[in-house]
């Protein structure tokens, strides 16, 4: 699995809205990796092969070009021989500037067809588009072009970005404190979240915390209790629930494996083969 980050601060539109854009492929061999959450929502565009998500009901396929992301447990996803594809990440409440429907209505476990949240003109020239770039700088400007094309509002919901930037770095983990610091109600940042995020303020708050610690050192047992009061968990068993909820696996079993540390330090995904053999 080859992941190279591109720079995308070098045009307005993208540096304001997009966390990450970058290019992901594999080899001649076929390749499951484990995708962790992260917070963010975006787009993929499949350039060559086939990509599947583990559902339920078995490996779905997903469509050429579509939106993917906010999930809160790892998931599963499959490649074929030669894949290939580029990854549009936005901060969460920025997608919305794009989307006349709210995000609560998206489909963030098996990915949405971004026929059916954009024009078919604009879908299909974004997919030819990015299929013939030349070089970085030529594909940070069709990028910029779609988000020119299709974007709203410029004008990002004060409170939304507000919120957003307290719980990712400010580490505000109450809904209390955070509807009491944007003075609003409860109910009131519920319905924002669920319009601009499409998940409720305590799920983004959790995807965060996980987040977060996935980045942390662990070296004793002291060394869990301390990382759970930082995270501002109220003991360390509350903590452990939730990163399992979330990763599959105990904190413990994560710390321990340098392999799954390295591939979440080189690419925020762990390869299926390492994370495998410490589920079973």
């Known amino acids: 699995m080859k992941f190279r980050l591109i720079n995308h601060k070098t045009k307005r539109l993208s540096a304001n809205y997009l966390t990450d854009v970058y290019d992901l492929s594999c080899g001649e061999k076929e390749f499951i990796y484990c995708c962790v959450p992260n917070g963010e929502i975006g787009i993929t565009v499949i350039l060559k092969g086939e990509c599947h998500i583990k559902t339920e009901d078995g490996w779905q396929k997903q469509s050429k070009v579509h939106l993917y992301g906010l999930i809160n447990k790892?998931?599963?996803?499959?490649?074929?021989?030669?894949?290939?594809?580029?990854?549009?990440?936005?901060y969460p409440h920025s997608i919305q500037l794009f989307l006349k429907d709210s995000l609560h209505c998206i489909n963030k476990k098996n990915g949405t067809d971004l026929f059916d949240l954009f024009k078919k003109d604009s879908v299909n020239k974004l997919f030819e588009n990015l299929c013939q770039y030349k070089n970085d700088e030529d594909l940070m400007a069709k990028i910029e072009e779609f988000l020119k094309d299709n974007i709203l509002i410029e004008e990002l919901d004060k409170r939304v970005s507000a919120a957003h930037h307290l719980i990712t770095k400010e580490n505000i983990y109450?809904?209390?404190?955070?509807s009491s610091i944007l003075n609003v109600t409860p109910t009131t940042l519920r319905n924002l979240f669920n319009k601009h995020f499409g998940i409720a303020p305590k799920d983004l708050i959790k995807i965060y915390r996980i987040k977060k610690a996935l980045n942390y050192q662990l070296t004793s047992e002291e060394s869990l209790t301390?990382?759970?009061y930082q995270l501002k968990y109220f003991d360390q068993a509350?903590?452990?629930?939730?990163?399992?909820?979330?990763i599959g696996i105990s904190p413990k079993q994560y710390f321990l494996n340098c392999q799954l540390s390295?591939?979440?330090s080189d690419f925020q995904h762990w390869r299926y083969d390492n994370f495998e053999n410490i589920i079973k």
């Open 226 to 228: 301390q990382m759970a």
């Open 262 to 264: 390295a591939d979440f």
């Open 174 to 178: 109450k809904v209390d404190d955070l």
């Open 74 to 90: 790892v998931q599963l996803l499959k490649m074929s021989p030669n894949y290939r594809e580029i990854t549009i990440g936005f």
């Open 238 to 246: 509350h903590f452990c629930k939730d990163f399992k909820d979330a």
